[in-house]
């Protein structure tokens, strides 16, 4: 059975920084490429990073500079460091892992919320 399981999600203030974890189970991990995604109150879901299985990244431009998606393939997780987090960064975040377009398996998702 797939699973995925998303923490670290919580409530700040801008500016601050938070680490969201997720942790997969039942897939060969270092096989499959790791995202992040994310869904502000009335928004669509969007993309937020994206790792390949050979650690390439990509990132949304609302994101870049600030925050940083890495891979620890010997522990089966993914990594999102928020850095400088403004409140339009407010929304449900999600990791997926997949390996082609259309594909993949979602965690259940983690509140992230910054308001002063």
């Known amino acids: 059975q797939v699973q995925l399981v998303e923490s670290g999600g919580g409530l700040l203030q801008p500016g601050g920084s938070l680490r969201l974890s997720c942790i997969a189970s039942?897939?060969?991990?270092?096989?499959?490429?790791m995202g992040w995604y994310r869904q502000g109150p009335g928004k669509q879901r969007e993309s937020v990073a994206v790792?390949?299985?050979?650690?390439?990244?990509n990132y949304a431009n609302s994101v870049k500079g600030r925050f940083t998606i890495s891979r620890d393939n010997t522990k089966n997780m993914a990594y999102l460091q928020m850095n400088s987090l403004k409140p339009e960064d407010t929304a449900v975040y999600y990791c997926?892992?997949?390996?082609?377009?259309?594909?993949?398996?979602w965690g259940q998702g983690t509140q992230v919320t910054v308001s002063s």
């Open positions: 790792i390949s299985t050979g650690g390439i990244t």
């Open positions: 997926k892992a997949f390996r082609g377009i259309g594909d993949g398996y």
């Open positions: 039942g897939i060969p991990f270092s096989g499959y490429a």
